[in-house]
T-cell receptor, first 115, second 115 residues
Framework: GAGVSQSPSNKVTEKGKDVELRCDPISGHTALYWYRQSLGQGLEFLIYFQGNSAPDKSGLPSDRFSAERTGGSVSTLTIQRTQQEDSAVYLC?????????????FGPGTRLLVL | AQKVTQAQTEISVVEKEDVTLDCVYETRDTTYYLFWYKQPPSGELVFLIRRNSFDEQNEISGRYSWNFQKSTSSFNFTITASQVVDSAVYFCALSERRGGSRLTFGEGTQLTVNP
């Protein structure tokens, strides 16, 4: 596709429910990243995929957060048993090869609100 | 540990004024990369520029210019003759060679250009 796409664009859920956020990277990009943007924490890194493997998932805030990538393309970020503090904008980015310092291109984000 | 500081939380100018957004970074790596992204009200992060640590040459792109100074660990961004469409949040970001591919973002500067 022309750019990184994410779905849904908005998600409202109740505390304790599970949610899945989807990211479709730029075609041909082997690296994919998830970030979270919240009022209190700014923009923070969550996880990085190179192909289908995640060499760096050190930013995941708790074991309620997990992510997977299949076919070297689409990625899903799953949050189990959501809490109110999970409310944020979840941003996905992709880059061509995932090498250090490579430019990352971002999608429009998913706005998650946990009631 | 890497860190990016954007001390200016909000800046308000009148159209056609010049404005400089400050960015100060901290890193122990000798090879690193600096970025600026623009986040308009729509929410998507738009890539503006990437510099590596070995290239201190300043860059100009239309009304935008960037001043990279390793001696002061700064990578400032100037918009000349600002326009209302420049209104956005601007983020400075750092990627270390040893830190893998993750980006560390500053807190962002909200720029408002008034007509």
């Amino acid at each position: 596709g022309a750019g990184v796409s994410q779905s849904p664009s908005n998600k409202v859920t109740e505390k304790g429910k599970d949610v899945e956020l989807r990211c479709d990277p730029i075609s041909g990009h082997t690296a994919l990243y998830w970030y979270r943007q919240s009022l209190g924490q700014g923009l923070e890194f969550l996880i990085y995929f190179q192909g289908n493997s995640a060499p760096d998932k050190s930013g995941l805030p708790s074991d309620r957060f997990s992510a997977e990538r299949t076919g070297g393309s689409v990625s899903t970020l799953t949050i189990q048993r959501t809490q109110q503090e999970d409310s944020a904008v979840y941003l996905c980015a992709s880059s061509l090869a995932g090498t250090s310092g490579e430019t990352q291109y971002f999608g429009p984000g998913t706005r998650l609100l946990v009631l | 540990a890497q860190k990016v500081t954007q001390a200016q939380t909000e800046i308000s100018v009148v159209e056609k004024e010049d404005v400089t957004l400050d960015c100060v970074y901290e890193t122990r790596d000798t090879t690193y990369y600096l970025f600026w992204y623009k986040q308009p009200p729509s929410g998507e992060l738009v890539f503006l520029i990437r510099r590596n640590s070995f290239d201190e040459q300043n860059e100009i792109s239309g009304r935008y210019s960037w001043n990279f100074q390793k001696s002061t660990s700064s990578f400032n961004f100037t918009i000349t003759a600002s326009q209302v469409v420049d209104s956005a949040v601007y983020f400075c970001a750092l990627s270390e060679r040893r830190g893998g591919s993750r980006l560390t973002f500053g807190e962002g500067t909200q720029l408002t250009v008034n007509p």
